[in-house]
């Protein structure tokens, strides 16, 4: 069969798909009774409950933390004090990427190449790895935050070793999730434990639609190559 | 209306899903009036919009077509009707798109349509070297399909 044949045959569907739509009388006022829409717009209501609830616990974590820093540093437990000022700077820190990612949305042009479009939205989804990584690095200050001076004094070797220990085995995961947690990745089981499916799979489609965008780039570098040699 | 359900049924298999996707095209058309640039045909600006859409819906709702396609027993005891060779190959041309990759399958919605390289080029964002190359490819691919269909 060859390229006009196929062509031909092509034509033959759309013909065939004119005269339904003849028949049927598509009702392209139908069409027009929508609903509110963007086509990435699901993503929105979700990215927008996570920055209120951040700017709330941010917020909040500023103020307290601000006047203990201002008024009653002296006195205050610096365990506590240096460990919830870690959290909040790591929530403040995935907040902001939450907020590119929303920016980001909002300026996607729907009318650019196809590549270049769909390689920003792709991005789009991988970058959410990034706000778990940060996430997760909140892990050790979790088990640090109830520390004393008193325990300096009072505590045996024993109490030490287990609280040390898990501080350590916090820290070490942490980190190593941090560095970790990549696309790359993605098919360990450790990785689908910590995304969920409905995470997981537009995280892979995203890949393989990068993965996609990559091949027709790198083709035409090596046309470009392939020409001026 | 022709190049928004020709998309659409390259990449939905499903009727209640066409219309959705078209829907969104339309309001995506609509949205972007005020953005086109008349540097660019009104097909080229056109395409993108569509295939646009039609690919992040794709990627959407192929999670959902997984949910609902299931063949049950009643669905293979259906007769198969006689066809002729001209459908048959209707068919086949329809599911060789259908399987292609979303990015694979908007190059061959351009070229089915006879679409020069030059506006291929500019509706997928590459270059036209490259449009030779991969559409030669697909060329191979489809040939091998009817080829082994023939046979």
Redesign the interface.
């Known amino acids: 069969?060859n390229?006009l044949e196929?062509?031909k045959?092509?034509q033959?569907?759309?013909d065939k798909?004119?005269k339904t739509?003849a028949r049927h009388q598509?009702n392209?006022k139908e069409?027009?009774q929508?609903k509110s829409?963007?086509?990435?717009s699901?993503m929105k209501p979700t990215k927008f409950f996570a920055l209120f609830t951040g700017f709330l616990w941010v917020g909040l974590g500023v103020f307290i933390l601000g006047n203990m820093f201002i008024y009653t540093l002296p006195e205050t437990n610096k365990f506590f004090l240096f460990s919830a000022s870690i959290q909040v700077f790591l929530t403040a820190l995935a907040l902001i990427i939450y907020l590119y990612q929303l920016i980001t949305i909002y300026q996607v042009?729907?009318?650019?190449?196809?590549?270049?479009?769909?390689k920003r939205?792709a991005s789009l989804k991988t970058s959410t790895l990034w706000v778990t990584r940060i996430l997760f690095l909140q892990l050790p200050v979790w088990t640090t935050f109830w520390w004393n001076t008193k325990m300096f004094q009072e505590w045996n070797t024993f109490q030490w070793v287990i609280t040390g220990s898990i501080t350590f085995a916090f820290t070490f995961l942490a980190v190593w999730l941090f560095i970790n947690i990549k696309i790359d990745n993605k098919d360990k089981k450790w990785f689908k434990l910590i995304f969920t499916e409905k995470e997981w799979?537009?995280l892979m489609?995203?890949k393989?639609?990068l993965d996609?965008?990559e091949s027709?780039?790198d083709?035409?570098k090596e046309?470009?190559n392939q020409?001026h040699q | 209306?022709?190049i928004l359900?020709?998309v659409a049924?390259s990449y939905c298999s499903n009727e209640q899903d066409r219309?959705d996707l078209?829907?969104?095209m339309?309001?995506?058309v609509w949205?972007?009036i005020y953005?086109?640039?008349p540097q660019y045909k009104i097909s080229t600006?056109l395409y993108?919009?569509c295939?646009?859409?039609a690919?992040?819906?794709y990627?959407?709702n192929?999670?959902r077509s997984y949910k609902y396609t299931r063949i049950t027993e009643q669905t293979t005891q259906i007769p198969i009707e006689e066809k002729t060779s001209?459908e048959m190959?209707?068919i086949l041309?329809?599911q060789f798109i259908s399987e292609l990759?979303?990015?694979?399958k908007?190059l061959m919605i351009l070229y089915?349509?006879?679409k020069s390289h030059a506006e291929i080029s500019?509706?997928?964002?590459?270059?036209i070297?490259?449009v030779g190359?991969?559409i030669g490819r697909l060329?191979d691919k489809?040939?091998t399909q009817?080829?082994q269909f023939?046979k």
Do not use: C
Request: overall charge positive.
């Open positions: 069969m390229e196929v062509k045959l092509w033959e569907t759309n798909l004119d739509l598509l392209t069409l027009f929508l829409f963007h086509f990435i699901s042009d729907i009318s650019d190449p196809i590549l270049k479009t769909q939205i799979t537009p489609k995203a393989n639609l996609q965008i027709y780039h083709e035409g046309n470009f020409s | 209306m022709g359900h020709k049924r219309q078209i829907q969104k339309m309001i995506q949205q972007s953005r086109y640039n600006w993108r919009i295939l646009n859409v690919i992040s819906f990627r959407k192929t999670t001209n190959q209707i041309l329809e990759k979303e990015i694979d908007a089915l349509e006879d500019e509706i997928l964002g590459i270059s070297s490259n190359t991969k060329k489809l040939k009817f080829s023939n």
